[in-house]
């Protein structure tokens, strides 16, 4: 069974910067594709995120390429999203997922979910 523990969430202010991570519970993982999502109260989760296995491809949602960066760390299979010039509409839960398959954008395309984890950004 797959477990993903996030870490680094937490407030910050607009224009500010916050790193969250994912690692997953094996190096059995450590190269698989993974995807960072995002969703607030009462709306669908979005696709913020991937980077593939090797680490040497990735994609963003439009509103957030050039601010946000993915990268991750094959030693232990930690991925990071690094956000930058962060907007009040960033605030969400966000959640890293894994898949074996894909490199996608579509959440149904992932199989194992972490726990989410807090991103407020203040005005």
């Known amino acids: 069974q797959v477990h993903l523990a996030e870490s680094g969430g937490g407030l910050v202010q607009a224009g500010g910067s916050l790193r969250i991570s994912c690692t997953p519970n094996?190096?059995?993982?450590?190269?698989?594709?993974m995807g960072w999502f995002r969703q607030v109260p009462g709306e669908e989760r979005q696709f913020v995120a991937a980077?593939?296995?090797?680490?040497?491809?990735?994609f963003y949602k439009d509103s957030v390429r050039g601010r946000f960066a993915v990268s991750r760390d094959n030693a232990d299979g930690t991925v990071y999203l690094q956000m930058g010039s962060l907007k009040p509409e960033d605030t969400a839960v966000y959640y890293c997922?894994?898949?074996?398959?894909?490199?996608?954008?579509?959440?149904?395309?992932?199989?194992?979910w972490g726990q989410g984890i807090q991103v407020t950004v203040s005005s």
């Open positions: 980077i593939n296995g090797e680490g040497d491809h990735t």
């Open positions: 997922a894994l898949s074996r398959r894909h490199y996608s954008n579509y959440a149904q395309h992932y199989d194992y």
């Open positions: 094996g190096r059995t993982f450590a190269t698989y594709n």
